[in-house]
């Protein structure tokens, strides 16, 4: 049995097909990315499984349990933590009490929480930002602090919506090193929506790619990046046949 | 123990707001030292029992920016068990006191389940008319006196009866006021650090976030707007005691909620300090502007025409009230 296993998801806003019988499932251990054009339901997948939206129809099961029917904070509680794409963090309260705000789902102890969310901030190397207010930090420290909150809250997989948007090739690589230090070295499972392909292809194991809603391919970054489909689906019809990709 | 620990622990503040709040604190203290107009003693009985609902209030409308402005029905709820129960079975203050918390905090569980599906402007408005409407039943309800109210008759009682309550001088009700004002100050120090605070906050900010924290966002509404109650009601049962005279046009009308909301926005939603700093704007201004312009000049209401003005004032120039101000100075100082 896989870690998390997404079977037939489909979700559907009043006629308009978001999600479309998508299946695919994650290995605990692994890093994957989910790629696809603007409006191709990635966010609405996230949202699916976080259980932020019901679904309209389908199956999530993650470590064995079926978390399809759970409500958003049910399925937080079982270890699937995620970030948002435009939210960044609660702008009037500091980075560190961002952070708690994560750890308070383990404990009930202030003290414990905060040594907690101190023990995460030193280990992403932003502990001398915790008592600034969020709102007053940079963009790219502002992505690291919705990580550190969502790690606050113990994850066994974490679902990241585009944490490198908006940010420049250098802290690009700051971001990518601290994805990479999330998945390797706290062990944490990792899925994320990027944009950034020098990114995205550097660091996953395994890509998945949507396009209006529905799975159109899956597998390492190298063959992804030569997949006439993908291709077609970022750049088009025609620059397919003009430059023979894939034949 | 770690709660009482972070209830006493205020070294998050600045050495000067401790300084002012500690010498502010003493002042209190020994105020009924010193001679005072009977008029000043009510004033700072009224400022006590204020900064009191604005506390409670603080907690689900400040920290949860769950804007409610039915308060006033709790007030009802405290002083009407308290009465009813003193009048008919002659039971204790300290005994109906717990009691009318109970019956609020029930009370606040049947509405706040259903409102807190409202969001905004809506759960506000839907607020108001459970207040409004708990009012009106008390208006026509005979065993509670209905219209007319209940009269608590000191003659029936030995003053200072500090079992029932009772007393004929005000400085004994307002040392016990000042008693629950300064629990309620530690209460809230605790609180705004407490996994339900930090919960609410995030709440506030953004709700989709805070489920994906795991948090049961409705539960943690409801379970705030029971404390909310809680301090209102204790403070209602007081307020039973202290004024003798109840009835529902001055315990649960709108203006009391109103006045609740407004001096918390004032002084500062979502901090400490905000809902005290409120009432002591608030509550000597109303009560001048009542002694002096409403009976002298014959202006009644223009305590109402104030409160519009300061709403609109808060809204225009700083959302987060007085205190919203010091930290913006501050932070501006700082960097």
């Known amino acids: 049995m896989a870690f998390l296993e997404v079977h037939d998801l489909t979700k559907n806003f009043g006629g308009l097909m978001a999600n479309d019988n998508i299946s695919f499932t994650l290995e605990q251990g692994e890093l994957v990315g989910l790629i696809g054009p603007n409006g191709a339901g990635k ?37 699937l933590a995620r970030t948002f794409q435009v939210y960044v963090a609660a702008g009037d309260l500091t980075v ?82 601290s994805i990479r230090h999330v998945h390797d070295d706290m062990g944490i499972t990792v899925m994320l929506i990027e944009h950034v392909m020098e990114l995205v292809m550097k660091i996953s194991d395994r890509v998945i790619v949507l396009d209006y809603g529905e799975k159109i391919a899956e597998g390492d970054p190298e063959a992804i990046s030569k997949d006439p489909r993908v291709i077609k689906a970022y750049l088009g019809e025609r620059y397919v046949q003009e430059h023979g990709v894939g034949q | 123990m770690e709660a009482i620990k972070n209830a ?6 600045p050495r000067l707001d401790l300084i002012i709040a500690g010498s502010v604190g003493i002042a209190f203290i020994i105020f009924p030292l010193f001679p005072h107009s009977s008029f000043a003693m009510s004033t700072m009985i009224q400022f006590l029992m204020f900064s009191l609902y604005g506390m409670g ?31 008919l079975w002659d039971v204790p203050f300290w005994v109906s006191m717990p009691i009318g918390m109970f019956f609020s905090v029930i009370w606040s569980f049947i509405i706040g389940y259903p409102l807190f599906r409202l969001k905004g402007h809506y759960f506000a408005i839907a607020t108001i008319a459970t ?30 009866d500090f079992l029932r309550l009772i007393f004929k001088e005000d400085v004994y009700y307002f040392y016990v006021i000042l008693g ?6 530690l209460y809230m120090n605790w609180f705004r650090k407490s996994r339900l605070g930090f919960q609410l906050r995030s709440i506030k900010d953004n709700e989709d976030v805070a489920r994906s924290l795991g948090i049961n966002v ?17 403070v209602g049962s007081f307020h039973a005691c202290y004024i003798k005279s109840i009835e529902p046009e001055d315990t649960m009308s709108l203006d009391i909620s109103i006045l609740i909301a407004l001096m918390a926005m004032l002084g500062g939603a979502g901090s400490l300090w905000g809902p005290i700093i409120g009432a002591g704007i608030l509550i000597p201004l109303k009560s001048y502007l009542k002694e002096w312009l409403g009976a002298q000049a014959g202006l009644v209401g223009i305590d109402l025409i104030l409160y519009a003005l300061i709403i609109m004032v808060i809204s225009a120039f700083e959302p987060r009230g007085v205190w919203g101000i010091v930290e913006k100075i501050r932070r501006r100082k700082r960097s």
């Not at chain 2, 629950?180 to 100050?185: E, K, L, P």
């Open chain 1, 43 to 79: 966010t609405t997948l996230f949202n699916c499984i976080s259980g932020l939206y019901p679904i309209t129809s389908g199956q999530i099961v993650f470590a064995g349990e079926d978390i399809t029917k759970l409500k958003a904070h049910e399925v937080a509680q079982r270890g």
């Open chain 2, 131 to 160: 207040s409004l409407v708990l009012k009106d039943i008390f208006e026509v309800w005979d065993f509670v006196g209905a219209a007319r109210g209940l009269e608590i008759s000191p003659i029936k009682y030995h003053p200072p």
């Open chain 2, 180 to 185: 629950f004002f300064f629990m309620g100050i």
């Open chain 2, 57 to 87: 209030w603080n907690t689900i409308g400040g920290y949860g920016g769950q804007v409610d402005l039915g308060k006033a029905q709790y007030v009802g709820i405290g002083a009407y068990t308290t009465a009813v129960m003193l009048i």
């Open chain 2, 218 to 234: 409705h539960w943690a509404k409801v379970k705030t707007y029971a404390i909310a109650t809680a301090f209102v009601s204790m």
């Open chain 1, 96 to 177: 560190i009490e961002n952070v708690m705000v994560g750890c308070f789902m383990r404990t009930h102890l202030r003290s414990r929480a905060r040594a907690r969310a101190t023990e995460i901030l030193e280990d992403l190397n932003i502990d001398d930002l915790s008592d600034y207010l969020v709102n007053e930090l940079p963009v790219a420290a502002q992505k690291l602090v919705t990580m550190a909150t969502a790690i606050g809250s113990d994850p066994k997989l974490l679902l990241l919506d585009e944490v490198a948007a908006g940010l420049n090739p250098n802290e690009i690589e700051g971001i990518m090193a």
């Open chain 2, 8 to 13: 006493l622990d205020f070294s998050d503040f």
